[in-house]
DNA sequence: CAATACATTAAACGCATGTTCAGGCTGCTG
DNA sequence: CAGCAGCCTGAACATGCGTTTAATGTATTG
């Protein structure tokens, strides 16, 4: 225990680090020697450590869910726009833990799907802030716009990622600015003003769904 | 020449229908013995006939993109809803090559960009289709708009497939049904009444980008 | 019927992978 | 100093991979 007790610069902890940028930058097929390389060891050292590298992957998970709550702490403590600017200005320092994240989201597994209802749990919460603040139109079902909101950015990030650096090194912080300088507008006008101008689609499929199935997710629909 | 001519049912066809198969199955990462117990044959003939597992994963790119061409080709000729519904009802006999498709689309390559762009410009088409109408309002920049539209729809489904069926053996039907399911009421919401009803932040965003980078679609902003 | 070309297979090759093993090195403790 | 325990390494092992090779069967053709 004294070795976990001076900090995180134990051989160990480098090997996880590294193995985290190693898994964000090749994915989770990156070879154990690969990883041993990065952080300057033996093979066998990683193995000797986490004792698999599945145990290593699990490793990483839980490390990387560990940043990821505390930024989100922080975040929630201050709770200003200023401070969430300034933590996309820093998001490089961030790059591995983000590519990490990514990856997990294109390959499924644990970490992915706690990390998307995270953000999901986030979003509403946010938007019911704007609902309340008269800024954000209430929904029918609060919890379902959240969820599509999140899945539709999300997703729309990971595509963008897989189709345009399709190499095996991408840099995070430009996949975003692209990302952001594609998509903002667009987005930002269609949350904005109507896209579609017709109501009957939307009133065909209430009428439809909303008349038979109700969603089980009992928060109820909100109303105005 | 004469195999080629006496129709599809060639060894060489069975085998890349079923490497189709196995690839949306188990993703590109399955092996070429895998591919040759599926279509009952022996590992050596699949090379033999291919030359290589990358060759053979080109030949399933092109036959997927004949058959999306095809479908396109007559969906377009077609151009009635109902007969748009009833492909997707047939949607289950389509369900390989949606699969490979989606595994394209979350490895990368240049099916998955391809398709990425067929999909991007149909998508404009029938979004300036909705706007001569008058179901849809018009875009500052109708192409961006287009490729969001296309990014968010996409990776949504790409980001629930991965999420809720980790499994090797997804069922593409159910996908589907489950994501309109869970995301349609939503995204109608969102795209027929506006989310944000604050116009500050779209008004930032334009004033401070589109200065830059003109619009150039401009029929007005069509509202109210 | 003999010859030729093709389809097909079983076995093996070379390689990269994750993992194990036996031992060497270092630092602490009696 | 002797000994022990931990960290660490280099080499080896087992396995699965894509691919090659030699040989077998099987038609078609002269």
Chains 1, 2 share one sequence.
């Not at 038979?212 to 928060?219: I, L, N, Q, S």
């Amino acid at each position: 225990m004294s070795s976990a007790s001076r900090g995180d610069l134990t051989t160990r902890a480098r090997i996880r680090d590294g193995a985290v940028e190693c898994f964000a930058r090749e994915g989770f097929s990156v070879s154990v020697r690969t990883i041993a390389e990065h952080a300057g060891v033996s093979p066998g050292l990683v193995i000797h450590h986490f004792g698999s590298k599945a145990r290593l992957r699990e490793e990483c998970d839980t490390h990387v869910r560990g940043v990821i709550t505390e930024v989100k702490t922080q975040t929630v403590e201050e709770a200003s726009g200023a401070f969430m600017l300034q933590q996309m200005a820093e998001i490089e320092q961030y790059g591995p833990v983000l590519g990490y994240v990514l990856r997990s989201l294109q390959s499924g597994g644990v970490l992915a799907a706690d990390f998307f209802e995270l953000m999901v749990e986030d979003v509403e919460r946010f938007m019911a802030v704007g609902v309340e603040a008269g800024t954000v139109a209430s929904s029918r079902d609060p919890a379902a716009r959240a969820r599509y909101l999140t899945s539709s950015a999300l997703g729309s990030l990971m595509l963008h990622t897989t189709l345009h650096h399709t190499g095996a090194e991408p840099d995070f912080g430009q996949v975003m600015q692209e990302w952001i300088e594609a998509y903002m507008l667009p987005a930002l006008e269609s949350y904005t003003e109507p896209v579609l101008l017709d109501r009957t689609l939307l009133d065909t499929y209430v009428a439809h769904a909303g008349g038979g199935a109700g969603d089980e997710g009992g928060t109820g629909t909100g109303d105005d």
